[in-house]
């Protein structure tokens, strides 16, 4: 029996059993473990080159020009904040199709943040971007977020909404895109030391400091705290987009004491340039964003910095009117289901857009204040369309005013 062991070798290298840790027998064959081994890193290699050749074919690079025109569709102005927004997904794409070159220059990700009053359009921007990408897209909220320990969500949940749009697929998350919005609301409460943590605030700051640059880290895969027995999925984050966006109020007047000058009244000195004191967020530089109370390291994580303008009432009204989610078209679709064609005055239009400039809503108060006119049409039209001989709805301005007077909109108050 000997005689006949001394004689079996591996059929790939011919190393004998004896030389051999283990040799496998297979139908008329050997293998013996370094082999086995070496075809392990073989069908790995050539594994990751066949997915390396789907995410280039999958990864089409669509032009900036082209994000933007796409942008266009759904949000009116805002040009400057288009532009930023869509390089950086551009550059994106470049940065996950970039091959190892002889040179080894690697294109480092730039993550940005946009400042810009409430309701001008940061969260409209990053759904809309959403729609024509083919990477996973997730926006999630920073004001859940708390240090670790605390009540409230770990700073690694932002990636499980991630994992979740793109069906736990990790290779795919690790390229995706994730919008934070609220960021300035993790801002440090305040620079005087104390006692007490500011465990929704300069702490989660801290915590996102890693995820931002690039690290592996451990997420639960349903959310939430983490267990010591819990399941985790490992994410590298390295090519990872992120794209911050905040309302920063009270901002305008730290921008207004760097730049000597104040919010209202006039200029005192004629050498200086003229200064917007209707738009002081096109002036807004790293040093405002360290003065509201995000520290150094994240807004050093966060290179590229972009404004969204104020919305005045012609943009108001194009707002109203013009995009293809316009809300004016919204109702005329529902009352389109119920067989009803509705119809506005223009004046009705101009009335909207003055009550939601009253209120300094931004465009989220126009969808409330053409809910308070068309609320009473929405609540008896579908019950009696059937009875009425009337297939259209016109709407005047004496309609819009009498329906607006019985709502509780105009008991609003500006400060």
Known sequence: MSKVNKGIQCSFCGISKNEALMLIAGDGAHICDRCVTQAGE????????????????????????????????????????????SVAVYNHYKRLNQKSSADETEIEKSNLIIVGETGTGKTLLAKTVAKILNVPFSIVDATVLTEAGYVGEDVESILTRLLQAADYDVEAAERGIIYIDEIDKIARKSDNPSITRDVSG?????????ILEGTNVNVPPQGGRKHPDQKMITVNTSNILFICGGAFDGIQKKIANRLRTQTVGFKMNEDEEEIDLNNLYKYITPQDLKNFGLIPELIGRLPVLSYLNPLDKETLLSILTKPKNALIKQYIKLFEYEGIELKFDPEVYEFIVDKAWEFKLGARGLRSICEAIMLDAMFETPSTKDTSESKQLHITLDYAKTKFAKSDLKKLKVA
């Open 42 to 85: 073989i069908l790995a290699e050539e594994i990751n080159q066949r997915k390396n050749k789907s995410l280039q074919s999958t990864l089409q690079l669509i032009k900036p020009l082209e994000i933007k025109e796409h942008l266009d569709q759904y949000v009116i102005g805002q040009d400057d904040a288009k532009k930023v927004i």
């Open 202 to 210: 300069e702490g989660v700051q801290q915590a996102l400091l890693k």
